[in-house]
């Protein structure tokens, strides 16, 4: 038996109903202000999930590593916020919904894959654009695998529930884009004579073409920042990388290659970018105006800037030669590379960020 003080009434017992908390009898949630005029299934699914002593964890962490290091903490991030819990995704996605949209974007590409083989679409693909995809997407394939890892780390260190379900579920879409590639031209393989679907592997390891970008990766994967991993990649790695060759290359150019399936395959990246990009802008815009902390983030977001995009800009510049590969030319790296610098402008701006010199013309 215990003594709890309820509503100044010391209660000698621990039976329920014994003490008649504050709020008890109110219909309303009161542990928690929503976003909006009412609590979303997003926020009852995710907010205080994870345990927080600044908020109703009383005992303090219940466990804590070998150092005295806590369960999760503020330090993990060189980034500074005066209420971390603030922080809500813009596309609200949870584990039921997430796991939803996941299983609709597999069956959209699965369905187009069995429906181009049985028309017999693979083997009417260009020659020259069949070993283009062999190397340079099943190189680009690793890629997308290694920001995915860095994001599975990064998730563990986030420090509410919010911002770790905001991470996971941006790693498990660049785990299924990488399994997608991967999939997707094993398949087209067997229609294929003579495919190689193990050289893109060797491109990305060798290929002068592609160390930069390998470089890149490598480097946002072995930042210790959970949150410097994330800048890096939906800030910089996307729009630089990401989008130029997805949308400024691919997408651009397959048709002209009588390959109107690769198109359908690589957008579904397009997309989860777009929610990607949205919820680390809400995250980064709740530091870059946090009232205490705001001019220590707006510094150390501008050096990370600089770091990893002096990084990407070479590396996307390196990857101008594969503009010249495709038999038919339609698109140039030029304009590709122009669109990606303003997709740079636009974020940096709503971030109130400077662009680094090897980004201005």
Known sequence: MSTATVENQAVQSGAAGAAKFAGSDSRK??????KGRKPTHYEDMTLD?????KRYLLQDWILSFGDGTPTYSEKWTLARCSDWHKYRSVDEEWERTHYQRQSTIVGMIAQAVENAR????????DKTWVKVLEKHLGAYKHAEFGVATALMHAQRYGYTQMINSTILTNASYKLRFAQDLTLYLGDIGVDIPGFDAEIGKQEWLESPIWQPTRQLVESIGGATDYLEKVFAINVVFEPL???LF???FFMQMAAAQ????TPTVV???ECDYQRNL???????HMLVTDPQHSAHNIALFNKWMVFYGDLAVRAALNLQPVWSLPRTKVAQFEAAFDSALERMLTISAQLGLQLPASMTK
Do not use: H
């Not at 949630?29 to 929503?34: A, D, E, K, L, S």
């Not at 049985?118 to 693909?125: F, K, M, N, T």
């Open 241 to 243: 990388i990401g989008e």
């Open 29 to 34: 949630f009161n542990y928690f202000t929503p």
């Open 49 to 53: 999930v994870q345990p927080d002593p």
């Open 258 to 261: 009588n390959d109107f399936l």
């Open 278 to 284: 949205a919820n680390s802008i809400e995250l980064l």
């Open 267 to 269: 957008s579904s990246a």
């Open 246 to 248: 997805r949308s400024g």
């Open 118 to 125: 049985r028309a017999g679409a693979p083997a009417r693909i």
